[in-house]
């Protein structure tokens, strides 16, 4: 009897792990304190033609302020073709680019968007 009662109590844990969320967070990601649904990943920030777009896992974003060197290069300070730094999800529709020199950049996501707008040659 003892035995079926611990399987019991088990399963209940078991379930309740799965739907509180339990368990290993995504690989490199951490909780960013303050904002309990925000999490922040290492990113490679793709750069070549100025900053205008991320792609993170298979969602589209857009920068709030796409930046340039108004020939279609990214702005001086920013690394060619990648800066490497983090990107902060603070929501399902909103990121934030950081890295170390001190670059930052919003970026709001496409609704819908399979590609992105344009293909940097």
């Known amino acids: 009897m003892a035995g ?7 399963a209940f844990g ?3 792990c799965v739907l509180t969320g339990c368990g290993k967070a995504d690989e490199g990601a951490e909780v960013v304190r303050g904002a309990p649904s925000a999490r922040t990943i290492p990113f490679d920030l793709y750069t070549h033609c100025g900053i205008d777009e991320a ?37 399902e529709t909103e990121a934030v680019f950081t890295d ?10 496409r609704p819908g968007a399979s590609a992105f707008k344009r293909i940097c040659a």
């Open 55 to 91: 792609r993170i896992g298979s969602t589209y974003y857009e920068a709030e302020t796409p930046l340039s060197d108004g020939s279609g290069n990214p702005p001086e300070g920013w690394d060619n073709p990648t800066q490497r730094g983090t990107m902060t999800l603070e929501s």
């Open 100 to 109: 170390d020199a001190g670059h930052e950049v919003k970026f709001r996501a």
């Open 4 to 10: 079926r009662a611990g399987r019991i109590v088990f």
């Open 14 to 16: 078991l379930v309740a």
